[in-house]
Nanobody
């Protein structure tokens, strides 16, 4: 069982930066694929970024602006978001999956956090 708790979401102006954190419980954190997803009102949940060991994967919409990283010693995964745009506004979710590959599909992840709101004003 893995429990995930996100933090760091807030209101920020366009062009600004924000770092989200996701603290995980469980002794096997390092073996999980960790992903960040987001969901805007009226839209489906979409993949943002994922990390497995040293491999990373990003949605095209955030490439070059967002960076995912993990600290296995602290059982924490981060999402550094730079050059934020109003269209980045969403609830951001952290997810963990017992997989060998980074997946963009939400249903392939086994555990989810409660989400943290990111609002980017224009």
């Amino acid at each position: 069982q893995v429990q995930l708790v996100e933090s760091g979401g807030k209101l920020v102006q366009a062009g600004g930066s924000l770092r989200l954190s996701c603290a995980a419980s469980g002794r096997t954190f390092s073996s999980y694929v960790m992903g960040w997803f987001r969901q805007a009102p009226g839209k489906e949940r979409e993949f943002v970024a994922g990390v497995k060991w040293s491999s990373t994967r990003y949605a095209d919409s955030v490439k070059g602006r967002f960076t995912i990283s993990r600290d296995n010693a602290e059982s924490t995964v981060y999402l550094q978001m730079n050059s934020l745009k109003p269209e980045d506004t969403a609830v951001y979710y952290c997810a963990a999956g017992a997989r060998t590959m980074i997946s963009r599909t939400p249903s392939t992840y086994d555990y989810w956090g409660q989400g943290t709101q990111v609002t980017v004003s224009s």
